[in-house]
T-cell receptor, first 112, second 111 residues
Framework: GAGVSQTPSNKVTEKGKYVELRCDPISGHTALYWYRQSLGQGPEFLIY????????DSGLPNDRFFAVRPEGSVSTLKIQRTERGDSAVYLC??????????FGSGTRLTVV | DAKTTQPNSMESNEEEPVHLPCNHS???????IHWYRQLPSQGPEYVIHGLTSNVNNRMASLAIAEDRKSSTLILHRATLRDAAVYYCILRRGAGSYQLTFGKGTKLSVIP
């Protein structure tokens, strides 16, 4: 596709449930990033993939958060035992060497 | 990462030029200056970046002070579509991957 695609666009889940958020990057972009944005704040870095491996996961807030990119393209962000504080917009971006990031429109996660 | 300082908000009239300032007094020699903007309900969008020299592209111009402690994003003719939050970010080195966003400047465009 022409841009970064994120699904679903909106997700409402109950506290304690497990959720998966999907990111489909621009074809050929080897770098993929996940960010989280709370209301009124700028995006906050979570994790960075170069190819299939997580090159930097220092932004993941705790071990309930995990992300994979098994074939070096699509990535899934997984959140276990969701809490109300996890409610935010989760943004995915991809890039190639020397280019700026291209972000998706995000998944708005609401934990009730 | 070195810190940037931007005004919380600015207003501009439609079809007039807009100058969005950014201070980065602790910038290092290898820091690139990046600008992104975020329209409502969308992810951030790359606008422009530079190191030392002024830069122009189809979206905007970036004017970088000679001492690199400040920069200005210039929108030559504001349209309603330019209403967004504009983020000024320092990215360390050409190979650095992480962007550290602040709160940015919310630009309102008045018809």
């Amino acid at each position: 596709g022409a841009g970064v695609s994120q699904t679903p666009s909106n997700k409402v889940t109950e506290k304690g449930k497990y959720v998966e958020l999907r990111c489909d990057p621009i074809s050929g972009h080897t770098a993929l990033y996940w960010y989280r944005q709370s209301l009124g704040q700028g995006p906050e870095f979570l994790i960075y993939f170069q190819g299939t491996g997580a090159a930097d996961d220092s932004g993941l807030p705790n071990d309930r958060f995990f992300a994979v990119r098994p074939e070096g393209s699509v990535s899934t962000l997984k959140i276990q035992r969701t809490e109300r504080g996890d409610s935010a917009v989760y943004l995915c971006a991809s890039s190639t060497t020397g280019s700026g990031y291209t972000f998706g429109s995000g998944t708005r996660l609401t934990v009730v | 990462d070195a810190k940037t300082t931007q005004p919380n908000s600015m207003e501009s009239n439609e079809e007039e030029p807009v100058h969005l300032p950014c201070n980065h007094s602790t910038i290092s020699g290898t820091d690139y200056i990046h600008w992104y903007r975020q329209l409502p309900s969308q992810g951030p969008e790359y606008v422009i970046h530079g190191l030392t020299s002024n830069v122009n592209n189809r979206m905007a111009s970036l004017a970088i002070a000679e001492d690199r402690k400040s920069s200005t994003l210039i929108l030559h003719r504001a349209t309603l579509r330019d209403a967004a939050v504009y983020y000024c970010i320092l990215r360390r080195g050409a190979g650095s991957y992480q962007l550290t966003f602040g709160k940015g400047t919310k630009l309102s465009v008045i018809p």
